[in-house]
């Protein structure tokens, strides 16, 4: 988010980092994680085909009784948020987040 942020030009004041401190202070303010941020994610579809070849790649690799297909599947489940985008549209149309970015 930061980074696209300061290559449509909306900062110019902040480095990468300082701006990504100044997003993570101001989510805190508001009780908000970056979870709660407007996204933009491949369809579910793509992630149930990763999921899937996952759990069959450790049935190949491991014994029966050391695999964990629950595992596997929460695991797919807190690293799908890595193959979203913020949606920078949504986000710059948010009265909180325009005064946020206008107030850097």
């Given at each position: 988010?930061?980074?696209?942020?300061?290559?449509?030009?909306?900062?110019?004041?902040l480095n990468c980092?300082?701006?990504?401190?100044?997003?993570?202070?101001?989510?805190?303010?508001?009780?908000?994680?970056?979870?709660?941020?407007?996204?933009?994610?491949?369809?579910?579809?793509?992630?149930?085909?990763?999921?899937?070849?996952?759990?069959?790649?450790?049935?190949?690799?491991?014994?029966?009784?050391?695999?964990?297909?629950?595992?596997?599947?929460?695991?797919?489940?807190?690293?799908?948020?890595?193959?979203?985008?913020?949606?920078?549209?949504?986000?710059?149309?948010?009265?909180?987040?325009?005064?946020?970015?206008?107030?850097?």
């Amino acid at each position: 988010m930061a980074q696209q942020a300061i290559s449509s030009g909306h900062v110019s004041t902040l480095n990468c980092t300082s701006l990504v401190e100044a997003i993570d202070e101001f989510q805190v303010r508001r009780n908000r994680t970056r979870y709660d941020l407007a996204q933009i994610c491949p369809h579910s579809d793509v992630f149930e085909a990763l999921i899937d070849t996952t759990i069959r790649s450790e049935e190949m690799l491991l014994p029966a009784d050391e695999r964990d297909s629950d595992t596997i599947n929460v695991d797919m489940e807190e690293i799908r948020f890595k193959f979203c985008d913020a949606d920078m549209d949504k986000i710059y149309q948010d009265p909180d987040w325009q005064h946020f970015f206008n107030d850097l």
